[in-house]
Structures are given as C-alpha cells and as structure tokens.
C-alpha cells in the first residue's frame, strides 16, 4: 500500500506562486509515476502533470506547461508541484497519486492505484 498526503494548498493572487507537496508512505516514490491531477465542482477529475518511473519522463498539460513544474526530493519521498504564474483558472482541488504504470497512459485517472486527499487551492484576481 501507499500513501499519499498533499499539503502546500491555499488562497494567493494571480500571478503568485505555491508549491505543492506529496509526501509518500509505505513504498519510496522512486518506484512509481507520480503525477499531479485538479477538480474543480461538477467537473472531471483533470491531468496536471507526471514525473513517469518507468524513463524519468515528465508531461504536462498545455494549461500549465512553462509554469507548473512536477520534480521529486527521494530522500524525502516527496513529490512536489511548483506553480508559478498562477492564474484564476488553476483554482482547484489539486491532487497527486501513484501509479505503477509509464508513458502516456498515465496522463488518465484510471492509471492510478493510489491516491491523496486532495489540497485546495484558490487564485484570485
């Protein structure tokens, strides 16, 4: 089993920036795909980034690339997702999960075992 507790979430201004954390127990983080995904109410469940296990890959979704980075501190066993540029847009409950899958396939919800709570976010303009 593993699992996952995101924290780092909260109110900033557009423009701003947070980082969000993933911290991993029960398996080390460097044995699976990570990936970042964000709700928002009566929407599905949408692809942020991942940082895939299988080649050390990383993708994003058009939205955020160039300003959202997803990167791992293994001695921590930590994920994180550094949001710069934040935008009204990107308010959302975010969330990361792990996935012992690689490649493209894990840009989908259904590719993923295990998952976090969930921490809001919230940019205003």
């Known amino acids: 089993q593993v699992q996952l507790a995101e924290s780092g979430g909260g109110l900033v201004q557009a423009g701003g920036s947070l980082r969000l954390s993933c911290a991993a127990s029960?398996?080390?983080?460097?044995?699976?795909?990570m990936g970042w995904f964000r709700q928002v109410p009566g929407k599905e469940r949408e692809f942020v980034a991942v940082?895939?296990?299988?080649?050390?890959?990383?993708y994003y979704t058009d939205s955020v690339k160039g300003r959202f980075t997803i990167s791992r501190d293994n001695a921590k066993n930590t994920v994180y997702l550094q949001m710069n540029s934040l935008k009204p847009e990107d308010t959302a409950i975010y969330y990361c999960?792990?996935?012992?899958?690689?490649?493209?396939?894990?840009?989908?919800?259904?590719?993923?075992?295990?998952w976090g709570q969930g921490t809001q976010v919230t940019v205003s303009s």
């Open positions: 999960g792990a996935s012992r899958y690689g490649g493209t396939s894990t840009k989908v919800t259904h590719a993923y075992e295990y």
């Open positions: 029960g398996r080390t983080v460097s044995t699976y795909t």
């Open positions: 940082d895939t296990w299988s080649r050390g890959d990383t």
